[in-house]
């Protein structure tokens, strides 16, 4: 900043022509008539050329808005100088700016050229006088402007200058104070039309600062963001709710400089419904560096609801539209689908709508077109007219009846039942008529198809009926067998227990004689005499053994040996055949053992049988083992449930060969053998048998020289 | 003491022998019958220890006898063996049926119905001292 050489005022004023009354009053009233400062401050100085003296001029004011001392006008002074002229209010030690806080001219003159730069002047001359446009101390503060002047020497100014400067200073002072007072007034004014305008907007307005605060809001964005401690809680708690999403939304929206689209769920304080807003955010400058966001919200919650709403009908809509055409669809499916022809016509007869039959009857296809066709079809189509028209002569909505058609491509008479029935619209108008025919000549053929059925049903049921008479002859003629088999039976039993009883009787008379004479009741025998009187009892005896064995075989084949089935504890058994046989046991010289598996549980089977099989096997294993030993062993398989008794001898044993036969009547491996030791050579043979019928089986394992084991098997139950 | 009666029925002439011959000889009374009515008529007259009674007879047989015997008071409790050559079972329990004390198949040893007849007295005896004793 350049300096300024302060030079204090001295008196005497400076010399200049002294105005008179007049002139002065002519200044005032000119004043007076200007409203605006700039020609007031050029008549101020015009004023000053004419009466005191002054070469050039410039008035500078205090511009506080700008915080300058600006040029305002000049006189000898170029215009653009006059606008250049500015100083900073700021800069306190600036010597003119100090002579603005008093009251007092101030003379300015430059010691040295360097001392005024780099201020220049406008007035072009290093020497001029600052002049306040107050006379009134300020204290401090800044008066109104200031007047540089030149031409006035550096002596003291002028009393015309300073009272010209006051002059224009309350002047000014006091167009600025009524130019303020318009203003406010104005901008009062334009502010309720403002408030009003956007008030009148129904969409919530509001300007934020940086940091989020309101500084307006127009009275719907009121409503939904502020609520002072009066309104209810539920209200405050919802303005509460819609600043924080307000003020979530604007912090992403201050982030950019563009304007920005966004929803957002808002409260509606006093409904309490959810509203949703969309938001438009213009960041706009509000002061110099600070940049604020015009928010609009426009609520769209009408809006989304009703395209919500569209979207639905649109797809209700659609999917009624698929509906009918899948309705369509299926309804053409199914007249297409119907092999019966099926034609609708509007009330004057014409045909509307065929399927593919009714086309075959009453169209020609486009590849068979000739002469006879087109008159078939034509004979068809009057015909079908004809019945139609009944329908419409009467009152009933339908009508029956059998119409005769020819097949168009054959020619062949086609008869045809058929029924139409008049499509009612709602409010009674024929609006169509369906006719549904139906083609008789399979009906016909059925007809008699049925007849030739029946006939043949008739032929087989005669059929069948003498097959069933044949049948029953058949059936009688067996049941008389079958009752003569019975008999047959029942008379072999009869024959063969005679046989036994007649046989038996003379048997008796043997054994008994010989026994008496045996015995000495008809006296002493010598010793040959009693030697053969025993062979004739041994051989009776063994013949009645045979007899017995006969008697079983037979009782068993023919199905009458009786079963008794009951409990059985077969170690009890075994102690019983043992002591039957220790007779014979004491004749021989074996060693006899006998083993029982434990747990070997009761069974139920006929116990006199298992008896019967066990003592025959026991007595052969004992006849068939001339020195040795015999073992009895008594087991059980819990798996198949089923007992086992083995008796197992270190006897002849028995060749592979006759092993097959051993258990066939008379099939002993040597029947010599057999007699000598009191065999019949059935009793193998009626074991098997009563095994089997006591659902079980006998094994063989043997090897000539090497013993032989029979095994009997049996069930834990017997069937 | 007098030796036991026992009345021996059969139609078959050995079949009576036999049985007759042999008690006799160990020692007992014997008297025969060879057909049911005459079973009937020694029994009711003589009133035997024990009956041998032999089933297949002509006229009245020896089942029918034998239920006679035993629905008469004076006959009830004598003994009746029955003696059959038929073998099948059914024969047995129709004389067991028929009130026949014991059965004995034929053919038998002479010694084997001397011991049953023997065992039915033992019986009798043990039954009548029973009686006595009530």
């Known amino acids: ?365 486009a590849g068979r077109r000739n002469a006879d066709a087109e008159r078939r079809v034509q004979a068809n189509d009057a015909v079908f007219t004809s019945f139609v028209s009944n329908l419409y002569a009467g009152q009933s909505r339908r009508w029956r009846g059998e119409l005769s058609l020819l097949d168009p491509e054959t020619g062949a008479a086609v008869p045809m039942e058929a029924i139409s029935g008049k499509v009612m619209a709602k409010h009674g108008e024929d609006t169509a008529s369906v006719t549904i025919l139906h083609d008789l000549t399979e009906a016909v053929e059925k007809a008699q198809l049925y007849e030739q059925i029946k006939r043949h049903s008739e032929e087989l049921r005669e059929k069948v009926r003498e097959a069933t008479a044949e049948l029953a002859e058949q059936n009688e003629l067996l049941r008389r067998q079958a009752f003569q088999l019975e008999q047959a039976s029942a008379m072999k039993s009869q024959f063969l227990a005679n046989v036994s009883h007649e046989l038996r009787t003379p048997l008796n008379a043997i054994i008994g004689y010989t026994h008496l004479m045996l015995e000495g009741v008809s006296g002493d025998l010598t010793h040959g005499q009693r030697d053969k009187l025993n062979r004739v009892d041994s051989n009776a005896r063994h013949l009645l053994a045979i007899i017995n064995d006969l008697l079983d075989i037979t009782r068993i084949e023919s199905g009458k040996m009786p079963i008794q089935v009951e409990r059985l504890v077969l170690a009890e058994l075994i102690d019983e055949v043992m002591t039957e046989v220790e007779p014979l046991i004491a004749g021989t010289s074996l060693a006899v053992s006998r083993s029982l598996a434990p747990l070997v549980p009761e069974i139920r089977t006929d116990r006199q049988k298992v008896k019967q099989i066990v003592l025959n096997l026991l007595s052969n294993a004992l006849k068939f083992t001339p020195h040795g030993s015999v073992s009895i062993a008594i087991d059980y398989d819990p798996g198949l449930e089923e007992i086992s008794v083995a008796v197992a001898d270190s006897g002849i044993g028995i060749s592979e060969e006759n092993q097959r036969t051993i258990f066939e009547a008379f099939g002993q491996t040597d029947g010599s053998y057999a007699k000598r030791h009191g065999g019949t050579g059935l009793g193998l043979s009626i074991c098997r048998r009563l095994a089997t019928i006591l659902s079980g089986r006998i094994t063989l394992e043997s090897r000539p020289g090497a013993g032989s084991t029979f095994t009997l098997f049996l069930p834990r139950r017997a069937r | 003491m007098t030796p036991p009666l026992v009345l021996i029925v059969d139609d078959v002439d050995h079949g009576r022998e036999i049985c007759a011959e042999y008690l006799e000889f160990r020692g007992f009374r014997v008297a025969t019958a060879v057909d049911g009515l005459e079973a009937l008529d020694k029994a009711f007259e003589l009133l035997p220890d024990v009956i041998l009674m032999d089933l297949s007879l002509p006229g009245i047989d020896g089942w029918e006898a034998t239920r006679r015997l035993k629905a008469d008071p004076r006959t009830r409790d004598i003994p009746v063996v029955a003696l059959t050559a038929h073998a099948l079972a059914s024969a047995h329990e129709r004389a067991k049926e028929a009130g026949c004390d014991s059965v004995v198949t034929k053919p038998c040893l002479p010694r084997d119905l001397e011991a049953e007849v023997r065992r039915q007295l033992a019986g009798r005896a043990r039954v009548t001292e029973g009686r006595t004793g009530t």
């Open chain 1, 1 to 365: 900043m350049g300096q300024l050489v302060e030079v204090k005022a001295q008196s005497p004023p400076v010399r200049s022509p002294e105005a008179g009354s007049t002139a002065r009053l002519e200044l005032v009233e000119a004043l007076l008539a200007e409203s605006e400062p700039r020609p007031c401050a050029v008549l101020v100085l015009r004023w000053l050329v004419r009466y005191a003296g002054i070469e050039r001029g410039l008035c500078a004011v205090v511009e506080s808005d700008n915080g300058r001392l600006a040029g305002l006008a000049g006189i000898g002074v170029s215009p653009s100088a006059v606008d250049a002229f500015s100083l900073a209010l700021g800069d306190t030690t600036h010597p003119l700016l100090v002579t603005l806080t008093g009251a007092e001219p101030v003379a300015f003159h430059s010691s040295g050229h360097a001392l005024l730069r780099p201020f220049e002047t406008p007035l072009g001359s290093d020497s001029f006088h600052a002049v306040p446009l107050t006379r009134r101390a300020t204290g401090g503060e800044l008066g109104p402007g200031l007047l540089l002047l030149t031409g006035t020497d550096n002596g003291p100014v002028d009393a015309d200058v300073c009272w010209a400067a006051e002059l224009l200073g309350v002047r000014l002072t006091s167009l600025w104070h009524h130019r303020v007072q318009m203003d406010e007034r104005r901008h009062k004014r334009e502010r309720g039309w403002l408030f009003g305008l956007i008030n009148a907007v129904t969409d919530p307005i509001l300007l934020t600062d940086a940091d989020g605060r309101i500084l307006i809001a127009n009275a719907g964005a009121e409503l939904l963001l502020t609520a002072d401690e009066e309104k209810s809680e539920g209200r405050r708690r919802a303005v509460a709710l819609n600043n924080m999403l307000f003020s979530a939304s604007l912090f992403t929206a201050a982030e950019g400089s563009v304007p920005t689209r966004k929803e957002m769920l808002l409260v509606d304080p006093t409904e309490g419904q959810d509203l949703l807003f969309e938001v438009l955010s213009t960041p706009v400058k509000i002061r110099s560096g600070e940049t604020g966001v015009v928010s609009v919200l426009r609520d769209v919650t009408d809006l989304r609801r009703a395209s919500e709403q569209i979207e639905e009908n649109y797809r209700k809509l659609r999917a009624a539209e698929a509906e009918a055409r899948a309705e369509r669809d299926r309804l053409d499916l199914i007249l297409n689908s119907v092999l019966d022809p099926i034609l609708v016509t509007d009330p004057g007869g014409n045909i509307v709508l065929m399927n593919p039959p009714a086309e075959r009857m009453f169209t020609v296809a």
